[in-house]
């Protein structure tokens, strides 16, 4: 019979792994991209940003010249005496006129109308960015949660094929009496709880497959081996990229158009209009009535019961709330940073002590197999050091998975 080693162990993973990984991609970033691909929420702020460009183009044709016809026919009778005054009506009239007016004199005014579409459209795509963000984030999350449950699952099953071969020797020792049927039993014992546990793992890794597939958008039930993730830690963005900051950047820009806005009110406006058609009040005379007209007309507001200083104010306000929840994220964002990486420190020292541990414990389950094959070791003591052994074993995977949990949102706070 061949010497249980944790290296064969992790050869034969290693080898389950890279089989699966051919015959299908299921890595981390094909869920990403599925998910990406699929979010209805990321779909509609696209779809947001360009029906956005369509607001910028009605913007801008609201500054072409703007072209109406306008047509009257009216009759106004006196009756004994009775109707309308015809200096008023002239007693009947037909108007049929082309009409064209255009604002003018208005490039600063158009300038920050179009300011006011674009930081619309940042704003929306920095939105977009941020749960694209989200969603990678959610994703990875699950897919460890996922992993973690095969990675267990698959390890365990080696050692219940081991204890598989253990239990066939034992029957031959029992036969022989070199151990007693009792022990055989607590093999049993231990090789039916391992089968259990197994089932339980199995059970979770589907559940938590189909999370995955849910979060992801993906109609499937079929369920495949997954790729060992590998999330390296990012670069940190400044905050004029990070869409975490970005957010308090666009608000601050709006609040800084909105005044330019409302100035905008307060200078005065020109419009051009002309006009040609037929403006008749006599029929017998109406071929002499066609005609044109053209003018300029000026608005100045004068006043308007002090509205542009409340505006104002309010803006102020809105200004100062928009810093305080700036200044906040600011300081909870460095702390929960901090931390992160502080965790992240103690989960790789972690990790290397588990490393020396399990060195250790697979001395102790050769050794202590050596001395059952001998018959002095009980079996229960056999068991034990291999329920030590997986312990070790989970802890590691744990601290793996934990660690790679930590980059993640690490990476998400960095973006």
Same mark, same amino acid.
């Given at each position: ?5 944790? =290296? ?20 981390? !970033?094909?869920?990403? /991209? ?9 779909? !509609?702020? /696209? ?11 009605? #913007? =801008? ?24 005054? !015809? ?9 049929? @006129? ?31 960015? +941020? ?19 095969? *990675? ?35 093999? &049993? ?5 391992? *089968? ?11 559940? *938590? ?31 004029? &990229?990070?869409?975490?900051?970005? @957010?308090?950047? $666009? ?13 905008? &009110? ?19 005379? $109406?071929?002499?009535?066609?005609? $044109? ?24 306000? *809105? ?15 460095? #702390? ?8 992240? !420190?103690?989960?790789?020292?972690? #990790? ?21 094959? #001998?018959?002095? +070791? ?31 949102? $690490? ?5």
């Amino acid at each position: 019979m061949s010497a249980f080693t944790y =290296r064969s162990l992790l050869s034969v993973l290693s080898l389950l792994s890279c089989f699966f990984s051919y015959c299908q991609d299921h890595s981390l !970033d094909y869920y990403i /991209s599925k998910g990406v691909a699929n979010n209805p929420t990321l779909k !509609d702020l /696209s779809n947001r940003v360009r029906a956005n460009q369509y607001d910028s183009l009605i #913007t =801008r044709a609201t500054y072409l010249p703007q072209v109406s016809f306008n047509g009257l026919l009216m009759y106004a009778p006196v009756v004994n005496g009775w109707g309308y005054s !015809d200096v008023i009506t002239n007693g009947q009239q037909f108007i049929g @006129t082309l009409n064209v007016s255009q604002q003018i004199f208005n490039k600063k005014t158009r300038e920050v109308n179009y300011q006011k579409i674009g930081l619309e459209n940042q704003s929306l795509e920095n939105s977009r960015s +941020l749960g694209v963000n989200e969603l990678k984030k959610a994703v990875t999350a699950q897919y460890l949660a996922a992993y973690s449950a095969l *990675e267990e699952s698959g390890f365990q099953n080696q050692v219940l094929s081991t204890l598989g071969d253990e239990e066939k020797a034992l029957k031959v020792w029992v036969r022989n009496g070199t151990y007693r049927q009792t022990d055989y039993l607590v093999l &049993k014992v231990g090789i039916m709880q391992l *089968e259990r546990n197994i089932r339980n793992l199995e059970l979770q890794y589907r559940k *938590e497959f189909a999370n995955l597939n849910m979060i992801c958008g993906i109609a499937d039930t079929a369920v495949y081996k997954l790729e060992l993730p590998s999330i390296e830690e990012q670069l940190r963005q400044s905050e004029e &990229k990070s869409p975490l900051f970005r @957010t308090f950047i $666009i608000d601050s820009l709006k609040l800084q158009n909105e005044k330019l806005l409302i100035d905008r &009110k307060y200078k005065p406006s020109v419009t051009w209009f002309s006009d040609g058609g037929l403006v008749n009040n006599l029929p017998s005379d $109406i071929y002499k009535n066609f005609g $044109i007209s053209i003018g300029l007309s000026l608005n100045l507001p004068v006043y308007d019961g002090n509205q542009r200083k409340y505006n104002y104010s309010r803006l102020r306000v *809105e200004e100062e709330t928009r810093k305080n929840y700036q200044d906040f994220f600011r300081a909870r964002y460095n #702390t929960q940073l901090k931390q992160l990486k502080d965790e992240l !420190d103690k989960v790789r020292s972690l #990790t290397l002590d588990n490393e020396k541990q399990l060195e250790t414990v697979k001395q102790l389950v050769e050794g202590e197999r050596a001395l059952m094959n #001998t018959g002095t +070791l009980s079996v229960a003591e056999y068991i034990l050091a291999l329920k030590s052994l997986v312990e070790t074993v989970h802890e590691g995977l744990q601290y793996q998975i934990r660690a790679q949990y930590i980059l993640n949102e $690490i990476n998400f706070l960095k973006q």
